[in-house]
Nanobody, 115 residues
């Protein structure tokens, strides 16, 4: 079975930075796209950033200029670096991978931005 393990969530101050990590049990190249989603209290789950097997990365408007997604195919790792973090970034962050019509999710890692 495909397994994704998220990690790196933490409590950070406004303006701080954080790196999230996701380890995938199968080669990243076997997925058409991998990325990060988040769900804040009282809000729908939303995409944060995606990176396809080929092509350009995508960032949601609220994080553009503050986030970078990258992957390490050799290590089956996907990362999200966030900087200048805001209270609105508080959410559970989920790693995601897509293969055909199937989607796979990490267990989620909590990110809290608070002073």
């Amino acid at each position: 079975q495909v397994e994704l393990v998220d990690s790196g969530g933490d409590l950070v101050q406004p303006g701080g930075s954080l790196r999230l990590s996701c380890e995938i049990s199968e080669p990243i190249a076997s997925f058409s796209v991998v990325g990060w989603y988040r769900q804040a209290p009282g809000k729908q789950r939303e995409v944060v950033a995606t990176i396809p097997i080929a092509g350009d990365t995508h960032y949601t408007g609220s994080v553009k200029g503050r986030c970078t997604i990258w992957k390490d195919n050799a290590r089956n790792m996907v990362y999200l670096y966030m900087m200048n973090m805001k209270s609105e970034d508080t959410a559970i962050y989920y790693c995601n991978a897509l293969r055909g019509a199937l989607e796979y999710w990490g267990q989620g890692t909590q990110v809290t931005v608070s002073s």
